[in-house]
């Protein structure tokens, strides 16, 4: 849409490690809200989504994190959208003083730096990574628990270790925690897959992304390993744990956030999400969050009434107390800037198909 008003440009950044952002979800998610805003033309302020490509390099998120927010024009943050790349370019907006909302990135430690610009749309990975051990052990009913963690400890490492940290309090400590190392890096998981083999364990968390995730799963099935596998990522674009044929239960996942297909509050939004981005239906994870920090960031623009980091970002701060009605519900954050009463389901993959069993919390009441 063009500014064929010349209004003054407020510009909203979007962190994303590479050029395509319309493979991206949450990105065409912040677009549409975007877009809807500038339609209604109720804003003295012109809208603009800037893409921020760190491209997963360290050295480049410091830099175009530093170049946004150099930019008078720049109020606001979106993202990034994986944990790595937020730990690298976190303290950039910080230091600016400008608002940061994220929908994806789970990593614990980006809510236990005492910033007060950053804000999370999701539940904190150790707190999710604690649910899933009570659901491993009280819904499930796992004896004989293994735990695979990638090590990254900006990333997987904290829900690793609270999931066994959990699972042990709840009276069954599991039989082993295998930590990657370097041959795992280099894809050979041949001594992980017998030493877990090895275990005989009835269920197998992966605390892993979703790739090695993926071949790993496979191996084990290979080797008859028979533990029910347990994961994150629900609604991702391929069912990354199922072993068609080879699985002696189907995978369970749990999902970190809303289901846009089953939540009533999403409706409407999905009829118009789908229309204007079908290639996104095969991976609809954190639509309803791309489009809530997005909508929450330009309620607080015209708020402030002006193009100014401070002002907005004082905005972000009272709704974050307050409450801001979204579609996944009503937002508000902690101290730490956390979600409060966030969403986790709970699936099983079978024949490909996502089958939702209910919301965490009211399975283990």
Partial sequence: MENTKNKPVAKIGFGLPYDTPHDATGYCAAELAILEANERDDLPFFLELKLVNDERNVDRALVVSKEFCEDPAAVGMLGPLNSPMSHASQHVYHQYGMAQ?????????????????????????DVYARLQARVAVEYIGAKRIVVINDGDPNRYDPLGIAFFDEA???????????????????????????????????????AVYWNPSHIIAHQ??????????????????????????????????????????????????????????????????????????????????????????????????????????????????????????????????????????????????
């Fill in 101 to 125: 909302i994220s929908s994806e990135p789970i990593s614990p430690g980006l809510t236990e730096k005492g910033y007060e610009n950053y804000f999370r749309l999701l539940c904190k990975g």
């Fill in 168 to 206: 042990k309090k709840l009276g069954c400590e599991p039989l082993l925690m295998w930590k990657f190392g370097d041959s795992d890096r280099q894809l050979n998981f041949d001594p992980l897959v017998e030493t877990v083999k090895s275990q005989n364990p009835d269920l197998v968390y992966f």
């Fill in 220 to 365: 084990l099935r290979y080797k008859k390993c028979s533990g029910v596998f347990l994961g994150t990522d629900a609604l991702k674009h391929i069912p990354y744990l199922e072993v068609y044929g080879l699985d002696p239960e189907p995978p369970y996942h749990t999902f970190n956030g809303v289901d846009v297909r089953l939540a009533p509050s999403c409706r409407e939004f999905f009829k118009k999400f789908a229309v204007l981005y079908p290639h996104t239906l095969v991976n609809l994870q954190y639509a309803p969050e791309g489009y809530d920090m997005t909508n929450m960031m330009i309620e607080a623009i015209r708020r402030a009434g002006v193009i100014d980091r401070t002002a907005v970002l004082h905005e972000i701060q009272k709704m974050g107390q307050n409450g801001f009605d979204g579609l996944i519900g009503k937002i508000r954050f902690d101290e730490n800037g956390d979600l409060i009463d966030p969403e986790v389901g709970l699936y099983r993959c079978v024949e490909s198909l996502r089958h939702y069993i209910g919301p965490v919390k009211e399975l283990l009441k």
